[in-house]
């Protein structure tokens, strides 16, 4: 627990050994990592390494819950994973209510010893970490929304490296600056760990080159600006000007949303400076600020301008093995919903209902155990149940004028898949009650992004324009406001899997299912058992 303030307002949060945000995770391809957590603080709390694929170590993935029970206050749990063909930058956060808003950092997975870059070395590497800052406890926002049934407040500000900048009031001191060299080019890795919102992201007159995405090389590209949806990654090279300019560079961050809902409208901004510039003192006139342009916050058009130019390097020593024929095929909607409010209660959600989220119109309830634990002991009565429909339950025109009904179902159901089975997954966006994009990640896989398109999935016509060659190679997508995304995965990981919206609000409300692969024949093929310290519930 520390205090911190920011934006005239000082309030005690969640931390990591007292930092905020958390202390990265450094790491070469190949290492095995062990990392002890003990809960010095009220909250129940678990750690997930998000991206990590956690191949045979799905106990060490970290969703309460899911997963695993929470590490209860005064308790340790020890997270033992090896990291197998992953290089980039990812990042770990809890998994437990609304904590990862404070209980975040870095992961950063370094190419093996004496192996390179598929891309120009770079001179030195700077990490952005783009997060919200609620004046309110955040544990305090979500509880209030869940019992009242309306949408939880939005945040008061965003920050870069947990610093909001220099255009929010009361916080031009604690502003992120990087100071850099000409004719010098810089890895970026930046990181999108906001609770409730895509972000744009941009640099005053300097281009960006991306390289990376979720961990994944890609085929580089420039461009002005990125976007990363709640919960992706993003490595870009800077190639500085080869001349110190004067002025000082904004780089700016503010949401991508077409909510219809409240969201944090906010800018945040770090400074690039060059480190031949002069010391300004306080008294004298220092140098200008150049100001970036950013494109509208609901500009759907830019955003999938953007995403469309994501291809995965595809060369010999990245080779790609994208599901050419799919054995298991799944049609899921996502979107917003309602649920009835109780009797003698007063509701806060749409004409008097409760907010609720769901998949395929199934609005998921965690268990009191962990499903994982209950999976591998056959004690699943009670717990969950193996039949979460593979197609929406009552078809409709998904993006077109909503039914008027807006309930949804309530469950913990779950889909078990055979060992290695090639999936496909069309997660398809609905009109009720809003319009927006949505994130969804999912644990213990990449998954490759075949298609995507505005409007209904048609079965017939748009599997016609997949790409199966170098499609993007993701664990989070933005799937497109309006539209629909198709992914496709082999499941080779055995284990219990959670997919979910990363918008907090929408997984507290739902908006999140399970998947259980079974074990394959050879040994290294099977679930390993529990560690002997994994909590309990």
């Not at 595809?314 to 994208?322: D, E, F, K, M, R």
């Not at 039914?403 to 069309?426: D, H, M, W």
């Amino acid at each position: 627990m520390a205090n911190y303030t920011r934006l005239c307002t000082t309030k005690s949060i969640v931390t990591v050994n007292g930092q905020f945000p958390g202390p990265p995770l450094i790491a070469r391809e190949g290492d095995r990592v062990i990392v002890k957590v003990t809960n010095h603080v009220s909250n129940n709390i678990t750690i997930h390494w998000h991206g990590i694929r956690q191949i045979q170590s799905a106990w060490a993935d970290g969703p309460s819950y899911i997963t695993q029970c929470p590490i209860q206050t005064k308790n340790s749990f020890v997270y033992n994973f090896t990291i197998i063909a992953q290089r980039g930058t990812l990042f770990w956060h809890a998994h437990y209510s609304w904590l990862r808003a404070s209980v975040h950092g870095p992961i950063i997975i370094l190419p093996p010893l004496n192996a390179s870059y598929p891309f120009p070395k770079p001179y030195k590497e700077a990490t952005i970490l783009l997060g919200e800052w609620h004046n309110s406890d955040t544990e305090a926002v979500i509880s209030q929304a869940l019992q009242t049934g309306g949408a939880p407040n939005v945040s008061d500000a965003f920050t870069v490296n947990g610093l909001p900048g220099p255009l929010y009031n009361c916080s031009a001191k604690d502003t992120f600056r990087l100071r850099v060299k000409p004719k010098k080019r810089y890895l970026l890795r930046i990181i999108n760990a906001a609770l409730e919102h895509d972000l744009f992201f941009t640099i005053a007159n300097h281009s960006l080159t991306v390289v990376e995405a979720d961990a994944s090389y890609v085929k580089p590209f420039e461009t002005d600006f990125l976007l990363l949806s709640a919960g992706q990654t993003t490595n870009v090279l800077l190639k500085t000007k080869p001349i110190a300019p004067k002025e000082k560079f904004l780089m700016l961050a503010r949401p991508y949303s077409t909510s219809q809902g409240q969201i944090d409208n906010t800018t945040v901004a770090g400074i690039l400076e060059y480190e031949t510039l002069p010391d300004y003192s306080s008294k004298c006139k220092g140098p200008a600020f150049i100001r970036p342009s950013l494109p509208p916050i609901n500009s759907t058009n830019t955003a999938t301008s953007y995403t469309s130019r994501l291809r995965r390097l595809v060369t010999a020593q990245y080779p790609i093995n994208v599901p050419q024929k799919v054995d298991k095929k799944f049609f899921f909607t996502i979107g917003l919903g309602t649920n009835p409010c109780p009797i003698n209660q007063t509701c806060q959600g749409p004409n008097g209902t409760k907010f609720s989220a769901s998949i395929n119109n199934n609005s998921f309830v965690l268990p009191s155990t962990a499903i994982l634990q209950a999976y591998y002991f056959r004690k699943s009565n009670g717990v969950y149940t193996a039949d979460f429909p593979r197609l929406p339950p009552n078809p409709f025109n998904y993006t077109g004028t909503p039914p008027n009904i807006t309930y949804v179902s309530n469950g913990t159901k779950v889909v078990v898949l055979p060992f290695n089975a090639s999936v496909e997954v069309i997660l398809q966006g609905t009109s009720i009650l809003s319009i927006e994009s949505h994130p969804l990640h999912l644990h213990g896989y990449d998954f490759f992004v075949v298609g995507q398109g505005f409007g209904n999935f048609d079965p017939y016509k748009d599997p016609q324009n997949y790409n199966l060659v170098d499609p993007v190679q993701l664990n989070t997508v933005g799937v497109p406001s309006g539209g629909w995304v198709a992914i496709r995965f082999f499941a080779d990981n055995p284990g219990v899997w959670f997919m979910h919206c990363h918008f907090d609000a929408h997984t507290s409300w739902g908006l999140e299912m399970t998947w259980i692969v079974l074990d394959g024949k050879l040994p290294n093929q099977k679930l390993p058992p529990p560690p002997c310290d994994l909590p309990r519930c």
